[in-house]
């Protein structure tokens, strides 16, 4: 299997309005490093999982609808909990409208809270 995975970041605030986060559940920022990664079981053409500039160009697109943004008036969480999990596939889903899925074998995307802690959402695409 044959991987490419670029790396940004987005800083945001948002509340967890659940007893169950505790602290988090008041209005608070985050700092999330993104890394995705695509996957192939055959390189294309070109001998190369996606072009870099094209993986890094089409992830900034995505994020730049959440970046400073407050995710409780997001239109996307809007009545959602903004969880790591939950804007990790949200960053999937704005992703996968960006390139045609033929060929890839699936997508990952990881966000990073803080060194420590970190979750990610992987969809298949075989």
């Not at 605030?13 to 559940?25: I, K, R, T, V, Y």
């Amino acid at each position: 299997m044959y991987s490419l995975t670029v790396c940004d970041h987005i800083m945001i605030a948002h509340s967890l309005a659940d007893p169950f986060f505790g602290p988090a559940q008041q209005l608070h920022g985050a700092t999330l490093a993104v890394e995705v990664t695509w996957r192939r079981r055959k390189l294309g053409p070109q001998a190369v999982v996606l072009d870099i500039g094209e993986a890094t160009s089409m992830l900034g697109t995505v994020l730049d609808s959440l970046r400073y943004q407050n995710l409780d008036e997001h239109p996307a969480f809007v009545g959602r909990l903004s969880t790591t999990e939950a804007v990790a596939r949200h960053i999937s889903d704005g992703l996968r409208t960006h390139f045609d899925e033929s060929g890839f074998a699936g997508l990952q995307v990881l966000l990073r809270e803080h060194p420590g802690a970190w979750a990610a959402y992987d969809v298949d695409f075989d």
